[in-house]
């Protein structure tokens, strides 16, 4: 099984974005005023909170990105033995 790459970085990109965004919001919603906002500080934030859920998209996958068969992939050891087991019998 392999990953399809460019649905799965869209959807990653998607999620860091949203991540991007979620905490932007968050962190001006704590701001009293306009003025008194910390503007580099709300963007260094919600840059590393997207860095975060690119990082954890990679370790833990997406479910909304399935895995896909490939024709060309060699079968595994495992389904290869059943298959012999199978035609013994």
Do not use: C, H, Y
Request: net charge negative.
């Amino acid at each position: 099984m392999k990953w399809n790459w460019k649905e799965w970085a869209v959807a990653a990109l998607i999620r860091a974005v949203r991540t991007f965004a979620q905490t932007f919001v968050g962190f001006i919603a704590v701001g009293a005023a306009l003025e008194e906002i910390q503007w580099l500080r709300a963007l260094s934030v919600s840059g590393a909170a997207a860095v975060l859920s690119i990082l954890t998209s990679l370790a833990t996958g997406l479910p909304e990105v399935k895995k896909e068969p490939i024709d060309n992939q060699p079968p595994d050891e495992e389904a290869a033995e059943e298959d012999e087991e199978e035609d013994e019998e």
